[in-house]
């Protein structure tokens, strides 16, 4: 028996307002465009989330533990979800408690700070599986980085964090002549095991479902079990990792997503000798075949499969080296508000968005990209991070002062008495 494994990606940023000024510095810590916020989120669960959590839940009512499949929910996502739309996290509630879908641990914020900072990396995965357990229930055993951003020290700090898994990209400059569908490992820290997307299966549901200018036009479920039957018979695993949004947003409802998606099991079942596995259980049923080696960080993004979405070019280099300046002074703070704009500010989006990339990929960033430029982008995101930098500052201060104060009265206060006093001392 063969396997595929799906899994989900569902993150919203907290967009920033697109207008503050240069005179918004000191004065004005707003920074985020509700109408925004929550335009967006409450349009794409009504296209996505709650639509396609409908197609998962009567899929799984019909076929009950055959068919499983695995969320990431980034932290983000969920603030907006209880904000802006509490029925999408119903919806995921009610897709937990058939105990046929896992939730995946990744960074809080969906950040890079696994690319900077091996305390804040923790420190946003603990709180993440915090949300998780409390809003769905589980503790997340596999992990899902920003973005799928994997390298063997990443895998390694993965690995010492408790979780069993991760999965990344099955990038072609990484794997060479090997097929991405076995289950592989760090090379490290062999504990811990790795799921490598196929790409190409993936894109042909998440970019290329609706091209008609594809050859393959028009997919159906029927044509993507011949595809996945013509595999070799000894490669074990299938892993279809996509955005959420591909369902209903990204591939609007008349394209007929929805439908294959409907149908994709039922075919899987009839026509072919694969099942529907978790991470999680793919790890516990399989071994893996070897080691992989990833010195240098690779993602899900562009040609290259490296981290130039995000970084690289050089306004996205001082965004991301002058936010990362502040972690000393904001670990000195303790408003639960400041702390907040400290991990919306990191969402790996705000980078993404100054992109430079307009050759091959650039249709790509500017279809995701709200400003008309990523300088535009830039001035935006650095006018927001400098009146954050002026509060870190204010806060860091008076926390020292405080603290001063307080070393000068416990030097100045007489000494306790620590011994006991005898007869012969009166």
Not at 154 to 161: D, H, K, N, P, T
Request: glycine residues 4%; hydrophobic residues 35%; proline residues 4%.
């Amino acid at each position: 028996m063969r396997h595929i494994c799906f899994y989900f990606q569902v993150h919203q940023p907290f967009r920033l307002r697109r207008n503050y000024r240069f005179f918004d510095i000191g004065s004005n810590h707003h920074y985020y465009d509700e109408h925004a916020n929550r335009t967006i989120v409450q349009k794409v669960a009504n296209k996505c989330y709650l639509p396609t959590n409908k197609v998962l839940l009567d899929l799984i009512k019909e076929y009950g533990a055959q068919f499983k499949i695995a969320f990431s929910i980034s932290g983000t996502a969920l603030d907006q979800f209880e904000k802006y739309s509490p029925q999408t996290i119903e919806s995921f509630q009610r897709l937990a408690d058939t105990g046929c879908v896992e939730f995946l641990g990744e960074t809080y914020a969906h950040s890079l700070c696994s690319l900077k900072s091996k305390e804040e990396f923790f420190h946003q995965v603990a709180l993440h599986t915090k949300k998780i357990k409390e809003v769905l229930g589980q503790k997340p055993k596999v992990f899902r980085n920003t973005e799928l951003i994997y390298s063997d020290g990443i895998g390694e700090m993965v690995a010492e964090m408790g979780f069993k898994a991760q999965l990344t990209e099955g990038a072609k400059h990484i794997l060479g002549w090997k097929s991405p569908n076995y289950l592989y490992c760090n090379a490290r820290n062999p504990k811990l095991k790795l799921l490598l997307k196929n790409f190409s299966l993936s894109d042909d549901i998440a970019f290329r479902f609706s091209n008609r200018g594809w050859s393959q036009w028009p997919l159906t479920a029927d044509k993507f079990v011949n595809w996945i039957n013509e595999l070799p018979r000894e490669e074990e695993i299938i892993n279809l990792f996509m955005d959420y949004e591909t369902f209903g947003e990204h591939q609007w409802e008349h394209t007929g997503i929805f439908e294959f998606m409907r149908h994709l099991p039922g075919k899987v079942f009839a026509n072919s000798n694969y099942n529907f596995i978790t991470p999680s259980q793919a790890v516990e049923q399989m071994k893996p075949v070897a080691p992989i080696h990833v010195p240098h960080p690779i993602s899900w993004a562009d040609e290259e499969r490296d981290l130039t979405a995000w970084l690289g070019n050089d306004l996205q280099d001082d965004a991301f080296d002058n936010l990362y300046k502040l972690e000393p002074l904001v670990r000195k703070c303790k408003a639960a508000a400041l702390l907040k704009d400290w991990e919306y500010l990191q969402t790996s989006d705000h980078f993404y968005y100054m992109c430079t990339k307009f050759f091959s990929d650039g249709d790509v960033h500017k279809y995701f990209n709200p400003y008309e430029t990523p300088y535009e982008a830039y001035i935006n995101y650095m006018n927001v991070l400098s009146d954050f930098t002026l509060r870190v500052n204010d806060l860091a201060n008076e926390t020292t002062k405080v603290s001063d104060v307080r070393k000068k009265k416990t030097a100045s206060a007489p000494k306790p008495v620590t011994e006991s006093i005898g007869m012969g001392d009166l």
